[in-house]
């Protein structure tokens, strides 16, 4: 393929991929079908006896309580909450996702809780793996393949273009 129509190609795709994340940033809120911090900062009482779907950071673990700020878009805390039957073990500090009834009194009762981060190290934990998995994988594919900028292509490393494509011997 010609560089102009590699060129022409990427440009294009990435054009797509930049208009499907704009769509989705922007139609994102209007289909999530349970409240956001900013929802329930501005109509708890709208959602109180409904079941729904919150994050939030722990604030403090009583043992079958745990208390939990569910945030705006603004990082603000929207709504301090204390949720009853968490079962999974939880550290103040960590994330948690929780599924249940959400009463009007501030309290919610879980039916499914989930722990995204156990306490505040978790993340930093998650992160620094992932950290090293990408470099192990940049330097994996740098050993063995190479990009040659006259073409704008990717070709394995130690091999010329003539060995990699032999035509025919008719002689």
Known sequence: ???????AVSTLLLAALFGLCVHYGG??????????GDQLQDEYDAYAG???LLFGSVESVDGETTVIHVTDSADEVAAELEIYGVDDSV???GTVQV???LDSD????ADETVVVDRDES????????SVVGVLLAIGYFGRHWTVNPRTLAVEPRGQDATDIVEA???G
Do not use: C, Q, S
């Open 1 to 7: 393929m010609r560089l102009a129509a590699r060129i």
């Open 27 to 36: 139609a994102y809120d209007d289909n999530w079908p349970h409240p956001t």
């Open 50 to 52: 409904e079941r729904v």
């Open 91 to 93: 550290a103040p500090g």
């Open 99 to 101: 599924y249940g009834i």
């Open 106 to 109: 501030r309290t919610m009762t």
């Open 122 to 129: 978790a993340f930093d934990y998650k992160l620094g793996t």
């Open 168 to 170: 025919p011997d008719d």
